[in-house]
């Protein structure tokens, strides 16, 4: 499990918009990295309207916010369409990334055990260190959570 103080797990995914994203593409800035489950789903839209609603606030800091699902590029761009949402969407079909920030494990709905994304919040620090790591948050939290990176 990862703990605040490490180097956070770099990366590189597909946008929605079909470009390569780096975490280091943000070194010398503050960046949230949240993952959710499945695009369009009720908990995931709570989630990120949230940071959009927020999400001013944030970039007027000069943050950073990525949101990363296993869901593929096309329905990233339906989602950020449908909802306005104007920060940086990955996709992580085969979940490497999730799993190398423990954000992949097992999961419980409707009495059934599954292997899944498990909503999380991770600030990154201008370094590249993490300063947050919070596994199974709520959908309404990780905006409050980014804003209180951009605060630390």
Known sequence: MLETGTTAPD???????????????FHGKKVV???????????????ACAV????????????????????????????????DLPFILLSDPDHNVAEAYGAWGEEKMRGKTYMGIIRSHFGVDEEGKLVEVDLKVKP?????????????
Do not use: H, M
């Open 11 to 25: 990366f590189t995914l597909t946008s929605d918009d079909g470009k390569q994203v780096s975490l280091g593409d």
């Open 140 to 152: 309404e939290t990780t905006a409050d959570l980014a804003l209180r990176l951009i605060e630390l």
């Open 52 to 83: 959009r609603d927020a999400y001013a606030n944030i970039d007027a800091q000069g943050a950073v916010v990525i949101g990363i699902s296993p869901d593929e590029p096309a329905a990233l761009v339906r989602f950020r369409e449908k909802y």
């Open 33 to 47: 990295v949240y993952f959710y489950p499945k695009a369009n789903t009720p908990g995931c839209t709570k989630q």
